[in-house]
């Protein structure tokens, strides 16, 4: 089978042959990965930051928006006479960051960018770092119109004359760099006037609008991405990946601060070829036709979830696969209700108002494993943004619950994103699940048309602090809502760059008329090469085929993790 092409040379329709003979080197060396990703939280960027900059992904270029939040530098820490507000009472967060510098101040309006790249270790590589990344803002304003950007002796950062108009602070560590710079294009100027900005007290702060560039995020976007490639993309070239952004920012959403998509459509309403979507009654390809068996297994298992008034994800959510897993003995328990506070464009489970969390819940499935004799458990939950913990305790008592009654059977938890509170997660992860499973689904262009209430960067933080607590960590895509074949080779890099061990690919079908259409069908040859893409990449797993779904073959997963842990050890 031919290998695929290089990822920088890749055209975004294109596909390459399902067979032939390789005629080049493969894996092509690595691109400058260039991500925009909207409106992202501070937390979740930084602990996206630290797993790439820990991890041998290759090159980063993180761009995007804070919420609003005032950074503390190594040498605020112990000196907080530059901050001369609570930050709480303007609606912003305080955090200590582990660069150096003192205090600043990231919002909306204002593009901040993390390059984690390779810089060489020898004396005065931080000073050439701060200097080229000065050098990279200072070209790109100039593209943007404006000529008076300039370095200042003594100062860090990029000035116009006395007004400092982007703030830079690094740290390399292992001959990798970390933090970045952030650029005024039209943030509140007046959140820094509650700070001393960088400890500086002469000279003001300015942004690109309050110089007279009326430039767009968008335009500040790709003019940076240019000078940044220009620096730091090898012989890989680049590949750059956009979250698409809402029409109204005042929408729910981490990725709602994003003033307009910087590449492809938002909603996936032309396939990414061209191709007229599939309607509804699409007939499906031979290969999408799962045999309906309903054997003495299947009817056993219907039983026992039946008597338990249990849920399972199988049903809920119309997987294809329930007669091959039912009859096998295998299920997905679906736990905190049938109903989801969530409305997520793919899928069927219940929307409306859900109830109380059923307290006796946990022991029930715990019952259901030992009945059915299950040496892998699976469980999974709808979305509970009703409740304060998002769900966490059910998750973690129902963990308590199964290995109590049966202490060999194995766990894989398929969790909701909490939105990104640390504590939640920390109590998912404290009961010690075999895998931690969460979703990123889509590339991170569909994410917004796909899930409107998630976030690609806080899904890629999720399980970034699932990995940092020492769980096996796994996620699934699926195909067919518009992507390209580029864009889902760049997602699997995404997730095998912050740690994930296992992953799976399969073919989105739509729920009702009312759901995402389908774009297309992609043919098993195309998930045969995908497979063997990700496995290059590193991941210990890869379950790739159009019927599959995240807790297709979940076993197989676990027994691939625990063999990759033992070797490594």
Not at 51 to 62: I, M, Q
Not at 205 to 212: D, H, N, P
Not at 255 to 283: F, H, K, M, V
Not at 303 to 327: D, H, K, Y
Request: hydrophobic share 40%; net charge neutral; aromatic share 4%.
């Amino acid at each position: 089978m031919t290998p695929p092409p290089a990822e920088a040379g890749e055209e975004s329709g294109a596909r390459a042959p399902l067979s032939g003979t390789a005629s080049a080197p493969w894996p092509a060396p690595a691109p400058l990965r260039v991500r925009w990703l909207g409106r992202v939280r501070y937390r979740d960027a930084h602990a996206l930051q630290r797993a790439l900059h820990a991890g041998g992904g290759g090159d980063y270029l993180l761009l995007l928006e804070h919420h609003p939040v005032y950074t503390l530098g190594l040498r605020a820490w112990t000196d907080s006479r530059h901050l001369l507000v609570d930050p709480a009472q303007l609606g912003a967060e305080l955090v200590q960051a582990d660069r150096g510098g003192n205090v600043t101040y990231h919002g909306p309006g204002q593009l901040v960018g993390y390059p984690i790249v390779s810089v060489p270790v020898r004396p005065g590589a931080t000073s050439a770092h701060v200097h080229g990344l000065e050098q990279v803002v200072i070209n790109a304003l100039s593209d943007l119109g404006l000529t008076g950007a300039a370095r200042r002796q003594g100062y860090p950062g990029v000035w116009v004359e006395d007004r400092k108009i982007c703030a830079v602070g690094v740290r390399l560590t292992r001959g990798r760099s970390m933090h970045g710079f952030a650029l005024n294009v039209d943030p509140d100027l007046s959140m820094f006037s509650h700070i001393v900005p960088c400890g500086i007290r002469e000279g003001g702060v300015t942004s690109l609008a309050a110089e007279g560039v009326r430039a767009t995020m968008a335009e500040v976007v790709d003019a940076m991405a240019r000078r940044a490639a220009e620096r730091w993309a090898g012989a890989g070239g680049v590949e750059r990946q956009d979250v698409a952004g809402r029409a109204s920012p005042s929408e729910p959403g981490e990725e709602s601060g994003a003033r307009a998509p910087l590449s492809g459509t938002a909603t996936p309403s032309n396939a990414a070829d061209g191709r007229e979507l599939l309607t509804i009654g699409a007939r499906k390809p031979p290969w999408l036709r799962a045999r309906a068996e309903m054997g003495p297994g299947y009817r056993a298992l219907k039983q026992t979830m039946r008597s338990l008034e249990l849920v399972t994800v199988c049903e809920e959510a119309g997987c294809p696969n329930i007669f091959e897993c039912w009859g096998a003995g295998t299920a997905t328990f679906m736990i905190n209700g049938d109903r989801c506070t969530r409305a997520c464009a793919f899928c069927l489970v219940d929307t409306r108002r859900p109830a109380a969390p059923d307290g006796d819940e946990p022991e029930r499935v715990a019952e259901a494993v030992a009945r059915m004799g299950l040496g892998h458990a699976v469980v999974t939950a709808v979305a509970r943004d009703d409740l304060a913990d998002g769900g966490a305790s059910a998750f973690a008592a129902t963990v308590a619950a199964i290995r109590r009654r049966s202490p060999g059977a194995t766990v894989e938890l398929l969790v909701p994103d909490c939105k990104g509170d640390p504590s939640a997660l920390e109590v998912i992860f404290a009961a010690r699940p075999d895998v931690l499973n969460h979703n990123l689904e889509t590339v991170a262009r569909l994410q917004r048309a796909a899930r409107p209430s998630a976030s690609y960067a806080r899904s890629l933080a999720v399980l970034v602090r699932a990995k940092a607590a020492g769980l096996a960590t796994k996620s699934g895509v699926m195909l067919g809502m518009g992507e390209t074949e580029q864009e889902v080779v760049g997602a699997l890099a995404d997730l095998r760059s912050v740690g994930v061990d296992v992953v799976t690919l399969g073919q989105y079908l739509r729920p009702t008329a009312a759901h995402l259409p389908v774009a297309r069908w992609w043919h098993p040859d195309e998930f045969t090469r995908l497979r063997r893409r990700a496995e290059a990449m590193g991941f210990a797993h890869v379950e790739a085929s159009p019927l599959t779904r995240s807790s297709y073959h979940a076993r197989d997963a676990v027994n691939a993790v625990g063999t990759a842990a033992a070797d490594a050890g």
